[in-house]
Nanobody
Framework: QVQVEESGGGLVQPGGSLRLSCVAS????????MGWYRQAPGKQREWVAQ???????QYADSVKGRFALSRDNAKNTLYLQMNNLKVEDTAVYSC?????????????WGQGTEVTVSA
């Protein structure tokens, strides 16, 4: 069983920064991708950023240049550094891990961590 847990959310003023962490634990085989999604109040969940098995990192246009992924493979941890935060970044941020096991892909989600950007 694989578990995914996020941390690092909180309240920050516009223009501020936060760093989110996503830790994957358990019997992990091959990680195909790890990424972040967010869901703002009253809106649908949207993709934010991800890193795939090749190491390539991809970002939504809305966060490009402000958010940055980094990864500690030894700790199965993915970080999301969020800079120059805007009110519209307020959302619950969730981590998603896709694992390949026996030629099948499995999808794991964390519970989410709340980010509030407000003056």
């Amino acid at each position: 069983q694989v578990q995914v847990e996020e941390s690092g959310g909180g309240l920050v003023q516009p223009g501020g920064s936060l760093r989110l962490s996503c830790v994957a634990s358990g019997d992990i085989r091959v990680i195909n991708s790890m990424g972040w999604y967010r869901q703002a109040p009253g809106k649908q969940r949207e993709w934010v950023a991800q890193t795939i098995s090749s190491g390539m990192m991809q970002y939504a246009d809305s966060v490009k240049g402000r958010f940055a992924l980094s990864r500690d493979n030894a700790k199965n941890t993915l970080y999301l550094q969020m800079n120059n935060l805007k009110v519209e970044d307020t959302a619950v941020y969730s981590c998603r891990l896709k694992e390949v096991r026996d030629k099948y892909e499995y999808d794991y989600w964390g519970q989410g961590t709340e980010v509030t950007v407000s003056a």
